[in-house]
């Protein structure tokens, strides 16, 4: 076969085309520090790189509710040491006063005023907030829980959180649970059970007693202005039922907090797992980019100075 001079020169032209094009690809991987810049570079590497990136932003998500859920339960474990310290001085107060022989009126009366201030100090703490949002009104998070009565006005409402893939976290405690000893409670003749005590199911069975923080604290201030030695000896079990609740919830939001934590610490594991497979995809290998970027460019001076002797230029060559 006849080789003409065009075609020579058809030979050199791709020859250095293709060079100078592995030369700008090497220098590009040089200039980005990633040999994985386009999605033609590598299409299946593109793809688990973008499936990382996805699963990145998920995961910095769910680290961003895990956090917003432990300040949270934070706040609430500190509002409810709160209450258990309140109940555990208002414990004392009725065991010092439930005895006539070392207690009298005016003591009485001048006690008063320190279960007043538990009250109101309790009231405070089960209207904790952060921000504009209460922590014990469950859904109703807009207004005090609990007003100044110590009524509540929260609903049993859980606010959960996905702190990692399907899994879900309830970053509250509704007051109904917080403040009673029975859980929650059921509607029954337009009643809330969960406020009273002793009220029947619709089987008529009776249901166990409940016991409520400000209502025994209300109990304790009546019957030491009235000298109820009876009541003031009553509220001494109710009290201490009350202190194993708190210490219960307490224990609950305890390990929801050690959960989030657990949690954080696997999705970092996880993060950092992807990181590397990522870097191991898309990062080049600066070593090898500059000396394939050395050997490429000594081929291509070769490929320059191979065209000069293999294309002889004559001036009929130009008038083709």
């Not at 700008?24 to 688990?48: C, F, I, M, W, Y």
């Not at 604290?217 to 079990?237: A, M, V, Y």
């Not at 594991?269 to 990062?283: F, K, V, W």
């Amino acid at each position: 076969m006849r080789v003409t001079e065009h075609t020579n020169f058809e030979i050199v032209r791709d020859s250095i085309a293709r060079s100078k094009g592995r030369m700008e690809k090497l220098q590009q991987q040089s200039a980005t520090l990633r040999k994985l810049n386009t999605p033609s570079d590598d299409p299946v590497g593109a793809a688990k790189v973008l499936e990382l990136r996805t699963d990145k932003m998920n995961n910095d998500q769910f680290q961003m509710n895990a956090k917003m859920a432990e300040t949270y339960l934070n706040n609430t474990d500190h509002a409810l040491s709160e209450m258990a310290e309140a109940v555990v001085r208002a414990k004392e107060i009725a065991l010092n006063q439930s005895s006539g022989a070392s207690a009298n009126e005016d003591t009485r009366l001048g006690i008063v005023e320190e279960v007043n201030q538990l009250f109101q100090h309790s009231v405070g703490s089960a209207n904790r907030r952060i921000g504009d949002r209460y922590l014990f009104g469950g859904y109703k998070t807009n207004r005090p829980p609990v007003d100044v009565d110590g009524r509540y006005q929260g609903d049993d409402g859980q606010m959960m959180v996905e702190i990692a893939r399907d899994v879900f976290l309830s970053m509250n405690v509704p007051g109904l649970d917080a403040f009673n000893t029975q859980p929650k409670g059921s509607s029954d003749g337009g009643r809330v059970y969960g406020q009273g005590r002793g009220l029947a199911n619709q089987e008529g069975a009776p249901q166990p007693e409940n016991v409520n923080l400000f209502d025994e604290l209300q109990n304790l201030r009546i019957s030491l202005l009235t000298g109820d030695q009876d009541g003031i000896r009553g509220t001494l079990e109710r009290f201490d039922q009350l202190h194993a609740k708190l210490v219960a919830t307490r224990s609950k939001v305890g390990s929801r907090i050690q959960g989030l934590q657990s949690t954080g610490q696997a999705i970092e594991r996880h993060n950092i797992t992807n990181a590397e497979l990522s870097s191991s995809i898309e990062d080049a290998d600066m070593a090898q980019v500059m000396s394939d970027l050395a050997k490429e460019e000594t081929v291509f001076r070769s490929s320059l100075a191979s065209s000069q002797k293999l294309i002889q230029p004559t001036l009929m060559d130009f008038l083709k």
